[in-house]
């Protein structure tokens, strides 16, 4: 058995959802360590600080496929069953094919509402944090900062588009086929 057969995603959402996620958690574990070296300083600058720490720290997950090693460990067959259905279903995703098999097609079923919610709640979510983090660096000054939270936000906007239209298309083929 591999090692990724024993452990459950962190997350089960669709993207960009659980980069949004480990971004926001990534921002606020380092906002305390922002705070304490901006003593002296902006408690705004010291939360533009975290921020980027937070959008580039929230990378690293994915990067080292991390929300799949640092996952919990399945210990019920429903649990192991979920998680080879949310498998299934992101193979499916990415080849645009719904599966052949009845099993397949139940677990992508079951599923494709996980996707429809990641894409939808992070773009609504990035949106509010990155939006509010590039007004942010914008008063405080930090123009390049801003511009680097513009571009991460259209990349999860778009990210979530694409997730939403080929959600849209397997939901379709589900349903016809």
Avoid: H
């Avoid at 960009?16 to 070296?37: K, N, S, T």
């Amino acid at each position: 058995m591999a090692a990724n057969d024993r452990l459950a995603p962190l997350v089960r959402l669709g993207q960009p959802g659980p980069y949004v996620i480990f971004m926001i958690i990534a921002a606020l574990l380092w906002l305390p360590l922002r705070l304490w070296d901006e003593r002296d300083g902006s408690a705004l600058v010291a939360v533009v600080r975290a921020g980027l720490g937070g959008v580039v720290w929230g990378v690293f997950p994915f990067a080292m496929n991390l929300g799949v090693r640092m996952g919990r460990k399945r210990r019920t067959a429903a649990e192991q069953e979920r998680a080879a259905g949310w498998r299934v279903t992101e193979v499916a995703l990415r080849s645009g094919e719904p599966p052949a098999d009845e099993a397949g097609r139940a677990a992508v079923t079951d599923d494709l509402a996980a996707v429809r919610r990641g894409a939808l709640g992070g773009a609504a979510v990035g949106t509010l944090f990155l939006g509010a983090l590039a007004a942010l660096a914008v008063a405080v000054g930090w123009t390049a900062s801003a511009i680097g939270f513009g571009v991460v936000l259209v990349v999860v906007l778009a990210v979530a588009v694409r997730t939403a239209r080929r959600e849209r298309r397997l939901r379709a083929a589900v349903l016809t086929g």
